[in-house]
């Protein structure tokens, strides 16, 4: 399994690992303990994601930087969704067991690597013919415009809590449903990279419109807004894709 299959697999994990956390029964790992403190497990599988980069070795702090992204996305929907759940979310135990699992992790990975030599695998070179582009470089702009989603919704999340003013999520949401017929333009597949922008924008944004109509109940209005914008980004999109192909490419 790729790294990106590996985050993407991580991320979709992220939603059971905030029910674990959050809405499961507890489990703590000192009831049988002399220990009078807490340790509840709900919260050790928020951490567990960055461990996933011992299976990469050969990019390891890549690895880890792109798992630990899909975990502080694990932690912001906690964080949203802690009022609803049954404790708290903390915070200090999350990080206490993310080391924990990392150190696990490392000793495991050592010991295997003692009894199995190097880890290191020589690479092959495949036939030019079986050479198979990998999807993150297949579809690079669909997550640069994940990033973008990403940093919009957590900017609206700031904004709710703190009431902080003017909305600068808005604008950007905005520039999103405009942008969202673009960046497939310039990737390897245009009607998948399309497809997938679209489903980035539609679980963002009703994220967003959730947050809009907590104070407001007819928040939810503006959307017909972003769908208007949107319908334009890919139509334009798609006037322009079809000039490309008629005009610039020999290709049948």
């Known amino acids: 399994m790729s790294l990106m299959n590996a985050c993407i697999l991580m991320l979709l994990l992220q939603p059971l690992f905030v029910y674990f956390a959050l809405f499961a029964k507890e489990v703590d790992l000192n009831e049988d303990s002399q220990d009078s403190t807490v340790m509840l497990f709900n919260f050790g599988l928020l951490g ?17 930087g792109m798992l630990t992204g899909v975990t502080l996305l694990g932690l912001t929907l906690a964080k949203i969704l802690e009022s609803k759940g049954k404790r708290p979310l903390d915070l200090i135990l999350t990080l206490r067991f993310l080391t924990s699992w990392l ?61 902080l003013k003017p909305a600068l999520s808005g604008t950007l949401l905005i520039l999103a449903a405009a942008l969202i017929g673009i960046s497939p ?28 109509k907590i104070n407001d109940p007819s928040g939810g209005a503006i959307v017909f807004l972003y769908a208007y914008i949107l319908s334009m ?10 000039i490309h192909v008629i005009f610039f490419t020999s290709e049948v």
């Open 48 to 64: 567990i994601t960055p461990s996933v980069a011992y299976f990469y070795m050969e990019q390891f702090w890549f690895a880890v």
């Open 233 to 242: 980004g890919v139509g334009v999109a798609i006037i322009v894709k079809i």
């Open 185 to 212: 333009l310039v990737d390897g597949s245009f009607i998948l990279g399309l497809f997938i922008n679209i489903a980035i924008f539609f679980i963002f944004c009703s994220m967003y419109m959730e947050i809009n």
């Open 103 to 163: 150190l696990i992790f490392g000793v495991i990975y050592w010991l295997i690597s003692l009894f199995t030599g190097s880890p290191e695998v020589q690479p092959t070179i495949p036939d030019a013919d079986q050479q198979v582009e990998p999807f993150y470089q297949l579809f690079w702009p669909s997550f640069y415009y994940l990033g973008l989603m990403v940093f919009t919704f957590l900017l609206k999340v700031l904004e709710f809590r703190f009431q």
